[in-house]
């Protein structure tokens, strides 16, 4: 066979011809126009990027960050980017701004392509930037409007195309060659960055596609709720160009009201999105239609099953859970019913965080570093390796994240015979109470499951005499009620009784990190300062 590179550029130029007519479509808010692009003339105007990029003296590898809601303008950045040699750095809109100079200065961004209505936390930083030489404005107006933004000297985005032609002349880029990168959000230290080589992310985008993938193609459209800066938003956008499926972008309408609209008018057959966004549609916009959908791919952290139900019986839509992280591109995992599942309660299958894909090697390792079995009984920490894991972190001093060429996920859980994995925790935020292991993901999951619950999180907090025990921190649904002695009584039964929390706190939002997930950190720093008001059973 031949020896031909895996690239960006393939998957581009066939979206571009082959699918020229699938579109981009983005929402500009409930009483806007939506914006229809045709894949041609997205295809045309990335070219225009790159040449306009390469004008300003881009070239191979070095950095270009953006700071972009999900639209078609960050599109035609994924394709622009990479095509032209450079590295697509995606940059956390949400980060602190600390930790947005790190991780823009340490990859050293040359240039930023900035949304307008973004530009005010950009700058908030911009004086700390010390490698960026242009931000690009995208939606900013003229020059006297963009002065106004407090990014110093700045480009038009369209100013940038218009000054050039369609027909980029696209290198012939190694496909080990760095496409794109994305930074961890770095729950603990500072985030470490992950880049993407061309052959991962084809390779990627192939098994996103397949029916045991996210199944995308030319018939579906997907709705893109995840953003496009956390982990390439899956690799949903990559894999809908190569497969010709339209791609409808909800920049910062990501409230349950506007979703529903946007629902609505524009029936997507797909989409993708963290627990938290879905729980906020079911509670607030329980009325909307969203009949269009064929499934919902929710990740990023652990699926209640009682968010399953609630889709299944107020929306009739299927919610797939699935597992991965930045570091593994992220698809690894993705939970479906099996065959032959013997008429099982078909939930049982789908609470699972995911079936290892192929193209991921997976396995569980005990404290030791021994391997342990697939009997889906022992947990221990999971390990990966495959094509699209990341097999270092950018510029950083690793070894411990990383066990004989197998990357070290820092999840705990077990495997079974089919390989279906359960993560029962984080390693960091694991509850050792009296030796044994206590889950906090199925004490929250079933937590959730009570109606008068809109979200738990449960942390470990200090205890005497068994080292450590689990704390409760519910959000009560809006209008409900419970108390720590109902819902003690709601878990009995349903996990194992020295699971049961004895401490209980209500607060009014569970604090989460730039990605959407529960901050547990948060959550044990308050405790321990006793800014929490804390019930004991
Ligand atoms: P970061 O590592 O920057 O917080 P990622 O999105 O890369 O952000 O996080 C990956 C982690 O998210 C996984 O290691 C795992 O802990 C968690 N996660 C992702 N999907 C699931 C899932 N379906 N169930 C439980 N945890 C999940």
């Given at each position: 066979?031949?020896?031909y590179?895996?690239?960006?550029?393939?998957l581009?130029?066939?979206?571009?011809?082959?699918?020229?007519?699938?579109?981009?479509v983005?929402?500009?808010?409930?009483?806007?126009?939506i914006?229809?692009?045709?894949?041609?003339e997205?295809?045309?105007?990335a070219?225009?990027?790159?040449?306009?990029?390469?004008?300003?003296?881009?070239?191979?590898g070095?950095?270009?960050?953006?700071?972009?809601?999900?639209?078609?303008?960050?599109?035609?950045?994924?394709?622009?980017?990479?095509?032209?040699?450079?590295?697509?750095?995606?940059?956390?809109?949400?980060?602190?701004?600390?930790?947005?100079?790190?991780?823009?200065n340490?990859?050293?961004?040359?240039?930023?392509?900035?949304d307008?209505?973004l530009?005010p936390?950009?700058?908030?930083?911009?004086?700390?930037l010390?490698?960026?030489?242009?931000?690009?404005?995208?939606?900013?107006?003229?020059?006297?409007?963009?002065?106004?933004?407090?990014?110093?000297?700045?480009?038009?985005?369209?100013?940038?195309?218009?000054?050039?032609?369609?027909?980029?002349?696209?290198?012939v880029?190694?496909?080990?060659?760095?496409?794109?990168?994305?930074?961890?959000?770095?729950?603990?230290?500072?985030?470490?960055g992950v880049?993407?080589?061309?052959?991962?992310?084809?390779?990627?985008?192939?098994?996103?596609?397949?029916?045991?993938?996210?199944?995308?193609?030319?018939?579906?459209s997907?709705?893109?709720?995840?953003?496009?800066?956390?982990?390439?938003?899956?690799?949903?956008?990559?894999?809908?160009w190569?497969?010709?499926?339209?791609?409808?972008?909800?920049?910062?309408?990501?409230?349950?009201?506007?979703?529903?609209?946007?629902?609505?008018?524009?029936?997507?057959?797909?989409?993708?999105?963290?627990?938290?966004?879905?729980?906020?549609?079911l509670?607030?916009?329980?009325?909307?239609?969203?009949?269009s959908?064929?499934?919902?791919?929710?990740?990023?952290?652990?699926?209640?099953?009682?968010?399953?139900?609630?889709?299944?019986?107020?929306?009739?839509?299927?919610?797939?859970?699935?597992?991965g992280?930045?570091?593994?591109?992220?698809?690894?995992?993705?939970?479906?019913?099996?065959?032959?599942?013997?008429?099982?309660?078909?939930?049982?299958?789908?609470?699972?965080?995911?079936?290892?894909?192929?193209?991921?090697?997976?396995?569980?390792?005990?404290?030791d570093?021994?391997?342990?079995?697939w009997?889906?009984?022992?947990?221990?920490?999971?390990?990966?390796?495959?094509?699209?894991?990341?097999?270092?972190?950018?510029l950083?001093?690793?070894?411990?994240?990383?066990?004989?060429?197998?990357?070290?996920?820092?999840?705990?859980?077990?495997?079974?015979?089919?390989?279906?994995?359960?993560?029962?925790?984080?390693?960091?935020?694991?509850?050792?109470?009296?030796?044994?292991?206590?889950?906090?993901?199925?004490?929250?999951?079933?937590?959730?499951?009570?109606?008068a619950?809109?979200?738990?999180?449960?942390?470990?907090?200090?205890?005497?005499?068994?080292?450590?025990?689990?704390?409760?921190?519910?959000?009560?649904?809006?209008?409900?009620?419970?108390?720590?002695?109902?819902?003690?009584e709601?878990?009995?039964?349903?996990?194992?009784?020295?699971?049961?929390?004895?401490?209980?706190?209500?607060?009014d939002?569970?604090?989460?990190?730039?990605?959407g997930k529960?901050?547990?950190?948060?959550?044990?720093?308050?405790?321990?300062?006793?800014?929490?008001?804390?019930?004991?059973?």
């Amino acid at each position: 066979m031949q020896d031909y590179s895996l690239n960006i550029t393939q998957l581009f130029q066939h979206g571009r011809t082959v699918h020229g007519d699938s579109e981009i479509v983005t929402y500009h808010g409930p009483d806007a126009d939506i914006q229809r692009s045709t894949f041609a003339e997205v295809g045309d105007r990335a070219d225009q990027l790159a040449a306009g990029l390469a004008a300003l003296g881009i070239g191979d590898g070095d950095r270009v960050g953006t700071f972009m809601w999900n639209n078609q303008r960050h599109l035609e950045a994924y394709l622009a980017i990479p095509c032209m040699g450079a590295v697509l750095h995606t940059l956390n809109i949400r980060l602190f701004p600390e930790q947005l100079t790190y991780v823009a200065n340490h990859a050293e961004d040359k240039v930023i392509i900035v949304d307008a209505s973004l530009a005010p936390l950009l700058a908030k930083v911009r004086d700390s930037l010390t490698t960026v030489e242009y931000i690009i404005v995208a939606d900013g107006g003229d020059a006297d409007a963009r002065a106004e933004l407090g990014l110093g000297e700045t480009l038009d985005y369209e100013e940038v195309l218009a000054a050039q032609q369609p027909g980029y002349d696209y290198p012939v880029v190694d496909e080990l060659a760095a496409a794109a990168m994305c930074y961890t959000s770095g729950t603990t230290g500072n985030p470490k960055g992950v880049a993407y080589s061309h052959r991962s992310t084809y390779l990627h985008s192939m098994a996103v596609q397949t029916m045991q993938g996210l199944q995308v193609g030319e018939a579906d459209s997907i709705l893109l709720i995840v953003p496009q800066f956390h982990a390439n938003a899956w690799g949903m956008p990559y894999a809908a160009w190569a497969a010709g499926c339209d791609l409808i972008m909800p920049q910062q309408f990501l409230q349950a009201a506007p979703l529903a609209d946007l629902i609505e008018k524009t029936r997507p057959t797909v989409s993708g999105a963290v627990p938290t966004v879905l729980t906020d549609v079911l509670h607030n916009a329980s009325d909307a239609d969203l009949s269009s959908l064929r499934f919902i791919v929710c990740g990023g952290s652990a699926v209640p099953r009682s968010l399953m139900e609630g889709y299944d019986e107020n929306f009739g839509v299927t919610v797939v859970q699935a597992w991965g992280m930045t570091e593994t591109s992220p698809l690894a995992a993705i939970s479906r019913v099996p065959k032959n599942n013997a008429g099982d309660d078909p939930y049982a299958w789908r609470v699972r965080t995911g079936r290892v894909l192929a193209g991921v090697d997976m396995r569980i390792c005990g404290e030791d570093g021994s391997v342990l079995p697939w009997d889906g009984e022992v947990t221990g920490e999971i390990e990966v390796r495959g094509p699209w894991i990341t097999g270092s972190y950018y510029l950083e001093d690793d070894d411990e994240k990383f066990h004989d060429g197998w990357l070290r996920t820092g999840d705990v859980g077990s495997i079974d015979s089919r390989g279906y994995v359960q993560i029962s925790d984080r390693a960091k935020d694991v509850i050792k109470s009296g030796g044994e292991w206590i889950s906090s993901v199925d004490l929250e999951n079933t937590l959730m499951g009570h109606p008068a619950v809109l979200e738990a999180a449960v942390v470990g907090v200090p205890d005497d005499r068994w080292d450590e025990r689990p704390m409760a921190c519910v959000v009560l649904a809006e209008g409900q009620s419970a108390t720590p002695a109902e819902l003690t009584e709601f878990l009995t039964g349903k996990v194992a009784k020295w699971w049961l929390p004895e401490r209980w706190t209500f607060i009014d939002e569970v604090p989460k990190t730039s990605v959407g997930k529960f901050s547990k950190k948060d959550l044990r720093a308050s405790y321990a300062k006793g800014d929490l008001a804390v019930e004991e059973v």
